[in-house]
């Protein structure tokens, strides 16, 4: 696709001009939106190419996802204008947006998994009939060269809850084609995905635009941001704080439009451990079916340890076996050099144990309650006035609440605001801090970065270290290896089951880490 270089002005705004053939289709002007006292988008302008892949990048909390919904006809702006090609329109809710072209896909795919794949991309829509009843036949017929064209080959009876995340959004992405959606959001489309769905689903959007649909793109991923998009657009406090072509751009200048200024070097902080301190946690041929196939490891104090791998390869079975919510079929874990079998996860988080499990929102939180309630769920007998009394000491929970609040930088109006209502990040603080209030003295996080922006990124990391500083032994499994080079002592990588190879200190590298996750994908089952 052509594009026009420009030069950024000092603000970072958008230079003049379209790129040639690129005319704007989709435009925002002066859009404002407030939740009680908190702006969530001042004055925004922005502007959408026809074809292009914009990105849209920012914290959470920066206005990205008030602005989407906007588009969507979820919320109405408080001031402002909407306009498509070039004219005035209002979003009054979800069928206008459809009715002018545009389509939106969330993180959480909204399909019906008992519906097949057919019924999914036209659920909604008038359909052919016979005698009365649909007629699934010339159906298929219709939404056949859609399926074909966004890479779908798998049956299109096959039940959506049967189909893989990545093949999910193939089918929510031909149900936009099949409603002519002439722009799809995206958001967080790889949060799930291994490096070769990513690739594929890549691969799909730059036909889409080839084919003159525009795609509006939201990830925290920075590399695929620079490797797919024609521009992007940084938001910061509910406001646009640039606008840059693809060509005038680096991940450096990203983030620092993301965060107002510089991150420190991630690697910096990455210190020794003793390697003669005896372990505080130990696996001994670690047996499960074929998800975990005799993994042995040891942790110890002050430790920060990685699991690299590619999806399927064993990394969170194995975090579920340690933590009790599986039992092993064989093999032992030993915690200070003595054998432990936790019947359930009681007795992991009675032993110390505390689990950041990679899907927050429906494993490590309530969404309906409130900060004050999640972050003390893992305490809640200490809270307690007596051994015997049901009754809750309210004002304790609430001072400690709030202070893991402050500790973690938690953005929150109160600790009685409910959960549900945070950014992505800073949910992930409020899983991270329930096990601080427990004081739990092995952690494990599973996918801790997935999902969150950059700036709460760092101040994860810098929890993680300041634990292990503490003498806290941590487990990070990772699908970045960047992650990995800059928070841990040593990665073991696994492949089907098994630890392929373990690195330590500067042997950590992205291209040994991708090496030993794809040395044994090819080699025949029960190969040691």
Partial sequence: MEQQRRSDSQDGVEGTGAAEGRDPFLGVREVSKSFGGVRALKGVDMEIRRGEVHGLIGANGAGK????????GVQPPDSGTVLIDGEPVEIHDTQEAGRLGLSFIHQELNLVPKFSALQNMTLGLPKATRLGFIDWRATRREVGPVAQRVGIDFSLDEPVGNLSVADQWLVSIGRSIVRKARLIAMDEPTASLSAAESERLFRVVRELSDDGISILYVSHHLEEILDLCDRVTVFKDGERVATRERSSITKDSLVRDIVG??????SQARGATAAEARPMLEARDLKRGSAVRGVSFALRPGEVLGFAGLVGSGRTELARLIFGADRAEAGEVLLDGEPVRFRDPHDAVRQGIGLVPEERRSEGLVLGKSVDFNTNLASLPSLRYGRWLPLTDRRKATVRAAGVAEQLSV????????VGQLSGGNQQKVVIGKWLIRDSRLLILDEPSRGVDVGARAEIHNIVRGL????????????????????????????HGRVTGELSGEEITKEDILRLSYARENGPEGEA
């Fill in 468 to 495: 292990a500083e503490n003498g806290a032994g941590v487990i990070v499994i990772s699908s970045e290896e960047e992650e990995l080079i800059g928070l841990c002592n040593r990665v073991l990588v696994m492949a």
């Fill in 411 to 418: 953005k929150t109006p109160g600790v009685d605001t409910v």
């Fill in 261 to 266: 200024g510089d991150l420190a070097d991630a």
């Fill in 65 to 72: 996802s008030t602005l989407i919904k906007i588009l969507a």
